[in-house]
């Protein structure tokens, strides 16, 4: 872990002594530069560990991912509620089968064509927003998750996910629809699965009915830029 090679480019990374590196779950003074994990099993490891923010104390489990680790799209949430927090998944309980259902409505599954993970891996107590200092200090292994699976896609869910990942303080409104580019990937906010679960109506112009214009969208760019 001494001789680490920037892999977002040119910036060289900082060079990490053993001991250091071993002091990065539990502080988050001790930075994860890009390249510091040679395979997300070992910064699952890390994870499970993770002391580097006050959501560690209540947590049952840290909630690193679900789905295929060689998956063309990512897509990322704001963090784990109870369930998730119960069962170590990102995504289940009925916000998850949405997005399962959403996914299949263009022929996408969860084992096979997506990754799934969140801007925080432990859960933020009664489901508030992860503060400003939780999201520094776990969005790291975020950027780690992202070097390491490679999408071409990042689909970011609710506004948490999009300030956290791409600093954008507009919300998801206003932003969704919209390609944007990160890092030389293609990203797109896209509205919580539990933002449409509280949202039912297909009306024309309604947030399910933009969600299916925009999972449309989705699909035509993984075809084009898989093809
Ligand atoms: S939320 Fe992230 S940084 Fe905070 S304790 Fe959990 S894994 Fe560590």
Sequence with gaps: MTDQIGLFGEQPVAKLSPETWEQIPTRATVAIPPGAYDS?????????????????SDRTNVVVSRGNPNASIMIVGEGPGEQEDEQGLPFVGKSGQLLDQILASVRLDTQNDVYICNVVKCRPPGNRNPTAGEIAACVPFLKEQIRLVDPKIILLTGNTALRGLLGIKQGVTKMRGNWMEWEGRHCMAIFHPAYLLRNPSREKGKPKWLMWQDIQAIRKKLNETTA
Excluded: K, V
Excluded at 40 to 49: D, I, K, P, R, Y
């Design 40 to 56: 997300l099993e070992q910064m699952a490891q890390h994870c499970s560990q993770c002391q580097r923010c006050d959501l560690a």
